[in-house]
């Protein structure tokens, strides 16, 4: 009973003065010529009065910390530093506080007849730092490291190829499935005749009649060829497909166009050199961070099963607005002018809306009076007139699941009023 009397609640902040007023009447009722039965219950029950208010204080403790992680904020999850993003707003600075033009390396990236003086290093490691000290000090390895790194140790400073230029990069088990903060702003118009003018020199047969269009036509060829083409081979799949294919879609070669895929063809006219603006220093006034571009009509799980792995095809697939079906090699296609489906001077590269094919330059051919004329459109729009879930799979993948839209039963109304 001493440890009670002497206990003033101090080490466990509980206040006893209830208890002790109890305990301190235990002398005077001992004194009293009870029988040691009655001195047994009063120290009984001194005993269970004060566990009772230890229990009490207790639940009131719990009661009062369950609150406090109640009115707790959330710990704010923590950030893979797996990648580097652009588009953060703390990232959005002028390109050369972190990185250097040239960079040191340049005349090694590349072979030496092709060297040309680029940005083609990550930035040092000071450009990061400053903000990022906690994360680079963080545990043996820390994540922020592998942005640049290959195995983030003291032992290997090995690191990822830098995204330019491409042709290295892509090939990298990091740039296969590398997707880029930026889209290339590139005004067609301005460089139609600039770019003609190349193709005149460079071209020893000039055609007699040389229109707006033929300028156009040459202009196109300098930078968009067509992409591994079959020629007179007999394979025509771009990978070998199953042998039970059938009618089944399957990518062919000559399917898709290049396009210029880093700095050598615009550092042709862009340099120090020519003093042609913009300068190669200039990195905003080409690269402008990515907007949400619309869905293609491309299926991953179908490119995973046809072996696709090239990144420049790819990259052509999921940005098309139609589908892997129109193959530019094609003889009837091969044939046509570029200006027969494309409007050149019309095309805003930031603009999806602008490079999109319009149905009219399909319908010349595949809209007639009639499906018993021979036109696909036809066929299938009246095919999904007799069954809803009919899916238009002659030019689409995706998008033949969607309603047939406006744009098209416009140009089959159109074919069919010029019978």
């Known amino acids: 009973m001493a440890h009670f009397a002497e206990c003033d609640g101090s080490h466990c902040g509980i206040a006893t003065s209830s208890i002790r007023s109890r305990v301190r009447t235990l002398p005077t009722m001992c004194d009293t010529r009870t029988s040691r039965k009655s001195q047994a219950r009063i120290s009984a029950t001194a005993v269970i009065l004060a566990a009772l208010s230890f229990a009490f204080l207790f639940l009131e403790n719990a009661e009062t910390a369950h609150s406090q992680i109640k009115r707790r904020p959330a710990r704010s999850v923590a950030v893979r530093y797996k990648e580097f993003p652009h588009d953060v707003k703390a990232h959005r600075k002028e390109c050369s506080s972190c990185h250097t033009f040239p960079s040191p390396n340049w005349k090694t990236i590349r072979p030496v007849a092709d060297a040309i003086p680029d940005i083609t290093e990550y930035p040092k490691h000071e450009s990061c730092i400053g903000c990022h000290m906690p994360q680079f000090f963080r545990g043996a390895r820390p994540a922020i490291c592998s942005i640049c790194h290959v195995n983030p140790s003291p032992r290997d400073s090995r690191r990822h190829p830098f995204p330019n230029p491409r042709e290295i990069f892509d090939i990298s088990p990091k740039g296969r499935t590398a997707t880029s903060d930026f889209q290339v702003t590139f005004p067609h118009a301005t460089h139609l005749d600039l770019v003609s003018n190349l193709a005149r020199e460079r071209i020893p047969f000039v055609y007699a009649g040389y229109s707006r269009t033929r300028r156009a036509e040459e202009s196109c060829a300098v930078c968009h060829k067509t992409k591994d083409p079959q020629g007179e081979g007999s394979d025509e799949y771009l990978t ?137 459109l036809n066929y299938e729009a009246d095919a999904r007139k007799k069954d809803p879930k009919f899916e238009c799979t002659k030019c689409h993948l995706t998008f033949g699941r969607l309603a047939i839209p406006p744009t098209h039963i416009k140009a089959l109304t159109e074919a069919g009023a010029k019978q």
């Open 240 to 376: 070998k497909p199953p042998a039970d294919l059938g009618e089944g879609f399957w990518l062919k070669k000559g399917t898709f166009k290049t396009k210029p895929n880093g700095h050598t063809t615009c550092f042709t006219c862009h340099s120090p050199d020519t003093g042609i603006s913009p300068a190669p220093t200039a990195c905003a006034s080409c690269h402008s961070l990515r907007v949400q571009a619309p869905a293609p009509d491309f299926d991953a799980k179908l490119a995973a099963r046809m072996k696709i792995s090239e990144k420049a095809v790819l990259d052509s697939w999921r940005m098309r607005d139609s589908s892997g079906k129109f193959r530019h090699e094609w003889f009837s296609h091969a044939e046509l002018s570029c200006a027969t489906c494309h409007s050149a001077e019309k095309i805003n590269s930031l603009d999806p809306a602008t490079k999109k094919v319009p149905i009219a330059a399909c319908s010349t051919c595949h809209a007639t009076a009639t499906s018993d004329d021979g036109g696909a």
